[in-house]
């Protein structure tokens, strides 16, 4: 069975740094590509970021320079690393296992939440 | 990367069919077949619907299909049941980036 557990929200001040974790089990973690995607209190679903399988990158052009997402496939955990928040960064973090190159997330995490106020 | 846009809401009748539309452009969804569809349940994480337009996954109802037209991707829920009551997010994939859909909640009457 696929698992994903996303950790490492809080409370964070403006201009302060954050790191997520996510830690998968149930599938072959190297072999496939993960993403981050959030969703801020009362609206949609927004992609944040992608990491694929050979560890290409991408970035939603709302976060690119200031969140950077890696992955570390011995211990099977997915990181994002998020600096320089804004209020609108607010928001739950979900992880998602992502099916590549088709683009669609087949498994999610329950979520972390980040808020960012002072 | 601006979002796709959907009907903010929609209703419909225990057995009812209903169809939620999500609109984007040519440089998502005119552009590719790479359209997907979740449903979430109040306080819970998505789950994939539909992927690839109109394909589902193993163990989702039969009662869920997808099709694409131009730049508007469609679900549609046949057999309305209570448990359908959810919020409704398309997505697609846009050249190295993904755009989500602004979302549809459904309530079942």
């Known amino acids: 069975e696929v698992q994903l557990l996303e950790s490492g929200g809080g409370l964070v001040q403006p201009g302060g740094s954050l790191r997520l974790s996510c830690a998968a089990s149930?599938?072959?973690?190297?072999?496939?590509?993960l993403s981050w995607v959030r969703q801020a209190p009362g609206k949609g679903l927004e992609w944040v970021s992608t990491?694929?399988?050979?560890?290409?990158?991408y970035y939603s052009n709302s976060v690119k320079g200031q969140f950077t997402i890696s992955r570390d496939n011995d211990k099977n955990t997915l990181y994002l690393q998020m600096s320089s928040l804004r209020a609108d960064d607010t928001a739950v973090y979900y992880c998602?296992?992502?099916?590549?190159?088709?683009?669609?997330?087949?498994?999610w995490g329950q979520g972390t939440l980040v808020t960012v106020s002072s | 990367q601006s979002a796709l846009t959907q009907t903010a809401s929609l209703s419909g009748s225990p057995g009812q069919s209903i169809t939620i539309s999500c609109t984007g452009t040519?440089?998502?969804?005119?552009?590719?077949?790479?359209v997907s569809w979740y449903q979430q349940h109040p306080g819970k994480a998505p789950k994939l619907l539909i992927y690839?337009?109109?394909k589902r996954p193993s163990g989702v109802s039969s009662r869920f299909s997808g099709s694409k037209s131009g730049n508007t991707a469609t679900l549609t829920i046949s057999g309305l049941q209570a448990e359908d009551e959810a919020e409704y997010h398309c997505?697609?994939?846009?050249?190295?980036?993904?755009?989500f859909g602004t979302g549809t909640l459904v309530t079942v009457l």
């Open positions: 997505c697609s994939y846009a050249t190295a980036s993904v755009v």
């Open positions: 690839e337009v109109n």
């Open positions: 040519s440089s998502d969804i005119g552009s590719y077949n790479l």
């Open positions: 990491i694929s399988a050979s560890n290409h990158t």
């Open positions: 998602a296992k992502t099916k590549m190159p088709r683009w669609y997330f087949d498994y």
């Open positions: 149930g599938f072959t973690f190297s072999n496939y590509a």
